[in-house]
């Protein structure tokens, strides 16, 4: 884990909540000059603190899609027989987000569908053809009542 200061956490906070945020808005914020907030940002991408910026979509003014949580067990006998599983899930664009869990679950997945008649078919064509997959169990989401993708930062 690297070690960050008072300033990167900051830094980082204000580029969560606002990736388009340029240096010299983000230095003014923190009453200090752009090189160093430059060079901080700089230093963070290198050494992967910062992995990526992204733009967030609103899923719900493009399309009319489903979110459907997935969680289920791994048919495996050896631990490393579930690369098999993550190099296949990896490839599905459906599927946003995927967990491997401790406990009586192996995964939890988040999946993104059109419709409730496309998921059916998404689960019978692609979900329940991964490999090593064994049981699954599928909940839909009602509502979305919290969806944030910034990370918090505990002392």
Do not use: W
């Amino acid at each position: 884990m690297k070690k960050i200061d008072d300033i990167d956490k900051k830094i980082l906070k204000i580029l969560q909540a606002d990736a388009s945020r340029n240096v010299k808005e983000i230095a003014s914020d923190l009453n200090m000059t752009k090189t160093p907030i430059y060079e901080r940002i700089k230093r963070m991408e290198k050494e992967g603190i910062i992995e990526k910026y992204v733009v967030m979509v609103n899923r719900k003014k493009v399309s009319s899609s489903i979110i459907v949580f997935l969680s289920g067990s791994l048919d495996v006998k050896k631990f490393d027989e579930i690369n098999d599983f993550y190099d296949a899930i990896d490839k599905i664009p459906e599927i946003m987000e995927c967990y491997l869990m401790g406990g009586d679950t192996d995964f939890v997945m988040k999946v993104i569908c059109p419709g409730l008649d496309d998921y059916h078919d998404f689960f019978a064509k692609t979900i329940a053809t991964l490999p090593r997959i064994g049981q699954i169990k599928s909940s839909f989401v009602i509502n979305e009542v919290k969806k944030s993708t910034v990370l918090p930062f505990f002392d």
